[in-house]
């Protein structure tokens, strides 16, 4: 860990030993009657990370109250082991009718994350039709190109240049200027 270990000022100072979570029994914090320590469980050293999950939830299932705040902080936490899809498996076989986009501090976050990602895959679709229309275009008039330079094409040609990327097509309609032949602008 590269945190500080120690505080120092003009007329103070103060040493502490860091301790890495990790390698803290998580087990005894899955004991506690707080459900805080059970949720800071996953955290910490386990013999059987889906099971500690399973417990966590079942205390979580169980509360009165705050069930909300209590799934949130143990899906972020779990985040952090990368057992989040296995909170999510686990919140499935709960009843737990909890929506996390409902928590006031979290869901307008995860509802912006979700249409960012939308946008995005909206956009990468824009994006992927404009590159088709491009390279269909640059064929087009590569195809005009050739057939005024040397007559109707190949069958071989054309197998050749629908296998061509847009920027393929792009070269070949400057080198069709100079080509002497189209086995010549093929190559």
Same mark, same amino acid.
Do not use: C
């Given at each position: 860990?590269?945190?500080?270990?120690?505080?120092? =000022?003009? *007329?103070?100072?103060?040493?502490?030993?860091?301790?890495?979570?990790?390698? $803290?029994? @998580?087990?005894?914090? $899955?004991?506690?009657?707080?459900? @805080?320590?059970? #949720? #800071?469980?996953? $955290?910490?050293?386990?013999?059987?990370?889906?099971? +500690?999950?399973?417990?966590?939830?079942?205390?979580?299932?169980?509360? %009165? %109250?705050?069930?909300?705040? !209590?799934?949130?902080?143990?899906? #972020?936490?779990? =985040?952090?082991?990368? &057992?989040?899809?296995?909170?999510?498996?686990?919140?499935?076989?709960?009843?737990? *009718?909890? *929506?996390?986009?409902?928590?006031?501090? &979290? @869901?307008?976050?995860?509802?912006?994350?979700?249409? /960012? +990602?939308? $946008?995005?895959?909206?956009?990468?679709?824009?994006?992927? @039709?404009?590159?088709?229309?491009?390279?269909?275009?640059?064929?087009?008039?590569?195809?005009?190109?050739?057939?005024?330079?040397?007559?109707?094409?190949?069958?071989?040609? %054309?197998? /050749?240049?629908?296998?061509?990327?847009?920027?393929?097509?792009?070269?070949?309609?400057?080198?069709?200027? *100079? !080509?002497?032949?189209?086995?010549?602008?093929?190559?």
């Amino acid at each position: 860990m590269r945190m500080e270990h120690e505080l120092r =000022g003009p *007329d103070l100072f103060f040493q502490y030993r860091l301790i890495d979570i990790r390698t $803290l029994n @998580g087990d005894r914090l $899955l004991e506690s009657r707080h459900v @805080g320590d059970n #949720i #800071i469980a996953i $955290l910490a050293q386990l013999r059987d990370p889906e099971e +500690a999950i399973h417990r966590i939830m079942e205390r979580i299932a169980g509360l %009165a %109250a705050d069930r909300e705040t !209590a799934l949130a902080q143990l899906t #972020i936490l779990a =985040g952090l082991r990368h &057992l989040s899809e296995a909170v999510e498996q686990e919140r499935r076989k709960m009843p737990i *009718d909890l *929506d996390i986009r409902e928590h006031e501090v &979290l @869901g307008p976050m995860i509802i912006e994350a979700e249409l /960012q +990602a939308e $946008l995005k895959g909206e956009r990468k679709g824009e994006l992927k @039709g404009e590159l088709k229309g491009e390279r269909k275009g640059e064929l087009t008039v590569l195809r005009r190109l050739i057939e005024k330079r040397f007559g109707a094409i190949p069958s071989w040609a %054309a197998e /050749q240049l629908d296998r061509r990327s847009t920027a393929e097509l792009e070269e070949l309609s400057v080198r069709v200027l *100079d !080509a002497p032949s189209i086995e010549d602008l093929m190559k």
